[in-house]
């Protein structure tokens, strides 16, 4: 590489790293995965903020996180210009219906696995998702992206894994995978929010590695690319 496209290099990747730092994230819940995402999130310079129904909940979990960590009351507007679902899926539609016009402009990220109660299949029966079935009740203006669900915890807490990313909106799915990026780890967009119900399979897809082929927890889906 030589000095002009070295120096171009460094200059991109500044500005990447600059606009890491300008993402302004709001986490609904707060169980293990906003715990996770949050400390990965302040960690990789991001703002951060709280919300859970159980206000001495949302307040322990934000002063665990540390940093600037703020909390928001429930069903008020998010700071966050990202707003991470981190909740059960049968949960995630009625939270945001609830939130109504309070979402209108935030980029919505549904992180949840609808599994059935045998952990082999989905539990709705028909070609959707809980990320599409958002997209219906959310206001106008927001956006709705799938992303981090085919990922477990401890290896999101530990490892470096592939976040795969659906939605819509282009505009979106950049400023998700920014985020990402700000984690140190790599987003992979498979399209529109359609592919949500599948990635939703590839939820159930690990489940049945770890319990069949690998045998074990700790490890992720991912994409490896093969040249010549």
Partial sequence: MNHTARNETERHLAKRKRAHLMSSITLIGTGNMARTIGTLAVAGGNTVEVM?????????????????????????VPAGDIVITALLYDGVVPVVAEYADALAGKVVVDISNPFNATFDGLAHSEETSIAQEVAKVAPAGASVVKAFNTIFRNVLEKGRPDVFVAGDNARAKADVAAFVES???RPLDVGGLRMAHWLEG??????????????????ALGANEFTG
Avoid at 52 to 76: E, F
């Fill in 52 to 76: 859970g129904r159980d206000q001495s909940k949302a307040d322990a979990l934000a002063k665990t996180l540390g940093g600037d960590t703020t909390t928001g009351r429930w069903g008020a």
């Fill in 183 to 185: 984690l140190g780890l």
């Fill in 202 to 219: 590839m939820g159930v897809v690990t489940v049945g590695l770890a319990g069949n082929g690998v045998g074990h927890w700790d490890f």
